[in-house]
């Protein structure tokens, strides 16, 4: 829209959105001495970043015991990213930024984090530069969001959607014994509202925020950016009913979410469904279409970040189901097949890829459009949770369940020849401990993957869906986080972070937390370039 008759207030930078990019930005803009304010769509603060795990791949942190190596992380990202990412440059700004955003925010924040168990997650495959062993990735501390944060606790989710995971515990320690010391420890948090993960990055960053006085508006959608002779002057937004123009004498930060919530965009762009697993309705592509409107040149648009996904009939909201991350895939006795009754992957691969393969075109059509299933036997499902479905607990009227493999079939709609076939050169490979077909004895996430027959009764199936923890194309940014402009050069007074921007890394994943670090590490750039702009008179 143009420029307003008058404006309701007046800012040096607006920021758009409240996840871990957002918040990020806003910090900097104000330690290099901007007025900040910041707008959030939801009442709940933290967008995605605030369900997450909470983890940040950040090469060469100061946490890392024995340094990393610059070039063995550039080698490792390109591989990763295979030639695909927007701009080649912006890996070495992310390698050279991130230890610096990681120290910065520790020095000058509530943050505080330590090494996250998590290692290279493409380690099984070779690739030149990875990290075997864990130290590039960190989580936040545990935090007390309630006696810090006081009445804006309650805008902040008590756990994250990773139901998998415990709602208390960090993910070093989900991955680690529970001692009598440990649980003991869990009960406290519990009492005392001390919340780890996602939740705990957001609490410590909004924090910060706080104590410096950066005012926030929940329950504030930005509506349009204001255009004046092709600069970003300033935001048009709706609160409490009514609409707010507010001007920004340096620039605006759009770091509100991807586009995974609005379908007609996953459908022209990813090209067919993926189930979001992000807040409940939130990202529907705001941050796109405002960009777009300033002349915004984009990239990565075809791309997400992936995550299979289940659905659990026991879990509804508004009268639909909600998708649920998947459980048990690459369980031993276990295949994915697709509704010809054939494996079409490792079902080892890293959650991001493994989504990507219900896409693939085989020449003639998309043979492993959604769903597909989850085929496994008695072994599985008596040692490990499935959704809802509990080790020793009845089972559900709403698993497929059958005493042979044929029978099984015909409860899911699968050809039973194709599926017995399937099973059946599986189960001989399996024996041998091999799987020639996919791989997965040599490659998986973070570790190869394992097989065993299927061959215990009774025998289970629940569906599996690609699902989305996020688009990532958007708006093309340079070295400072501008938005490129469709005409070379940047949109003036226009920044974008997170997963509202072009991801840096392609379509790539290089490793768990590389989302909300790539999201970070912009919002420092963003935030920072932003607040040292000359103000100008709106």
């Not at 120290?103 to 943050?111: F, G, K, V």
């Not at 960053?205 to 410096?212: D, N, Y």
């Not at 020849?417 to 091999?434: C, D, P, Q, S």
Request: glycine residues 12%; hydrophobic residues 40%; aromatic residues 8%.
């Amino acid at each position: 829209m143009n420029n307003p008759n008058s404006w309701d207030r007046i800012v040096d930078v607006v920021v758009v959105g409240s996840g871990g990019a957002a918040l990020t930005a806003a910090t900097l803009a104000h330690d290099d001495g901007a007025e900040v304010l910041i707008l959030e769509k939801s009442a709940m603060l933290g967008g995605t970043t605030a369900v997450s795990g909470g983890v940040m791949w950040l090469p060469g942190n100061h946490h890392m015991t024995g340094g990393d190596d610059r070039e063995d992380a550039l080698a490792y990202i390109r591989a990763t990213a295979d030639g695909r990412e927007p701009d080649p440059e912006l890996s070495e700004v992310f390698v050279d930024t991130a230890p610096q955003m990681l120290r910065y925010l520790e020095e000058h924040t509530p943050l505080r984090t330590h090494t996250s168990p998590l290692v290279d997650y493409y380690a099984t495959w070779g690739l030149p530069g990875h990290h075997a062993t864990p130290g590039r990735a960190v989580e936040p501390d545990p935090y007390p969001v309630g006696s810090e944060l006081g009445e804006w606790a309650a805008r902040l989710v008590d756990r994250g959607t990773l139901m998998s995971l415990g709602a208390a515990t960090t993910l070093s320690e989900d991955m680690a014994p529970k001692t009598p010391e440990l649980l003991a420890e869990l009960a406290r948090r519990e009492a005392e509202d001390v919340r780890p993960k996602g939740a705990a990055l957001i609490a410590r960053l909004f924090k910060g925020l706080l104590e410096r006085g950066v005012t926030t508006l929940p329950q504030t959608p930005a509506l349009d950016l204001v255009v004046v002779d092709g600069q970003v002057v300033g935001v048009r937004a709706e609160h409490d009913g009514a609409l707010l123009n507010i001007g920004a004498r340096k620039g605006v930060v759009l770091a509100c979410g991807g586009f995974e919530w609005n379908p007609e965009l996953v459908r022209a762009h990813i090209g067919y469904d993926v189930r979001p697993l992000t807040p409940w309705r939130n990202n529907t592509g705001d941050g796109l279409a405002m960009a777009v409107a300033a002349g915004a040149e984009l990239g990565n648009m075809t791309s997400y970040w992936g995550t299979p996904a289940m659905f659990d009939p026991e879990i509804t909201r508004d009268g639909e189901r909600v998708p649920q991350f998947e459980w048990g895939r690459g369980a031993p006795a276990s295949v994915v097949v697709n509704r010809a009754g054939v494996r079409f992957a490792n079902e080892a691969l890293p959650y991001n890829d493994f989504p990507k393969m219900f896409g693939a075109f085989d020449g003639v059509g998309f043979p492993n459009t959604g769903p597909a299933y989850l085929v496994f036997d008695h072994t599985v499902r008596a040692g490990r949770r499935i959704l809802s479905m509990l080790p020793g607990g009845a089972d559900p009227a709403w698993v497929h369940r059958a005493d042979t493999i044929a029978e099984l079939a015909e409860l899911a709609g699968l050809p039973a020849a194709a599926l017995e076939a399937t099973i059946g050169r599986f189960n001989t490979h399996a024996e041998k401990g091999t799987d020639p077909d996919f791989d997965r004895t040599e490659r998986g996430l973070m570790a190869p993957g394992q097989v065993a027959p299927i061959t215990e009764p009774p025998f289970y199936a629940v569906e599996i869906h690609p699902g989305t923890l996020g688009t990532n194309g958007g708006p093309r940014i340079d070295r400072h986080a501008r938005v490129r402009s469709q005409g070379g050069g940047t949109v003036p007074g226009l920044y974008a972070a997170g997963n509202t921007a072009a991801n840096l890394f392609g379509w790539a994943y290089p490793s768990g937390g590389a989302t909300i670090a790539a999201g970070m590490v912009v919002g420092y750039l963003a935030g920072r370039h932003a607040a040292r702009q000359p103000a100008r008179t709106i």
